[in-house]
T-cell receptor, first 115, second 112 residues
Framework: EPEVTQTPSHQVTQMGQEVILRCVPI?????FYWYRQILGQKVEFLVS????????KSEIFDDQFSVERPDGSNFTLKIRSTKLEDSAMYFC?????????????FGEGSRLTVL | AQSVTQPDIHITVSEGASLELRCNYS??????LFWYVQSPGQGLQLLLK??????LVQGIKGFEAEFKRSQSSFNLRKPSVHWSDAAEYFC??????????FGAGTRLFVKA
């Protein structure tokens, strides 16, 4: 069964460092997303990506964040200068249908710890 | 603004007992509604979804949910809970645009 894969599963970094989280969405999906979940809190929408551009982003997704689809398979989330409050589980998701109408397929997440 | 409320932070039920997890949403139009389950250390998996039509929808693992427009609710039910159902459950609404909004989650504990 096709699945979304994420790397790394866990990353520890120093405050101020750049971090890149990687995702391989399901191959025939067209819509890609990043969500984050701070420990014990709700799953929060960060950004959606379609047709090689950001289609929607939340207020959390500020200038420190960027996304890219550098080739036909990978979808990355970059945090330029990490802060302590960026510590969270980051989930990549993809869907075949657009927007809030389609089922999201989630990866197992990348846990980011900022020290 | 669109929102999802799950009033119960955690629920404990005995194995074999019935389960109902509550979800209320706020959305101006007809919503697309989802329930996802998250086992420890895992991503989220779709249990079921409602787009239109029959207001009682069946999902995987024996779960069902009922859409009640008058109450803005989409409660999840299961007639007999198994120990393997212990997990966190998220209600979500497809809010148009390109995002899905999640509730805060309800953690289910199952006791023997």
């Amino acid at each position: 069964e096709p699945e979304v894969t994420q790397t790394p599963s866990h990353q520890v970094t120093q405050m101020g460092q750049e971090v890149i989280l990687r995702c391989v969405p399901i191959s025939n999906h067209l819509y890609f997303y990043w969500y984050r979940q701070i420990l014990g809190q709700k799953v929060e929408f960060l950004v959606s990506f379609y047709n090689n551009e950001i289609s929607e982003k939340s207020e959390i997704f500020d200038d420190q964040f960027s996304v890219e689809r550098p080739d036909g398979s990978n979808f990355t989330l970059k945090i330029r200068s990490t802060k302590l409050e960026d510590s969270a589980m980051y989930f990549c998701a993809s869907s075949g249908g657009g927007g809030g109408t389609g089922e999201l397929f989630f990866g197992e997440g990348s846990r980011l710890t900022v020290l | 603004a669109q929102s999802v409320t799950q009033p119960d932070i955690h629920i404990t039920v005995s194995e074999g007992a019935s389960l109902e997890l509550r979800c209320n949403y706020s959305y101006g139009a007809t919503p697309y509604l989802f329930w996802y389950v998250q086992s420890p250390g895992q991503g989220l998996q779709l249990l079921l979804k409602y787009f239109s039509g029959d207001t009682l929808v069946q999902g995987i693992k024996g779960f069902e949910a009922e859409f009640k427009r008058s109450q803005s609710s989409f409660n999840l039910r299961k007639p007999s809970v198994h120990w393997s159902d212990a997990a966190e459950y998220f209600c979500a609404v497809g809010a148009g645009g390109f995002k899905t909004i999640f509730g805060a989650g309800t953690r289910l504990f199952v006791k023997a």
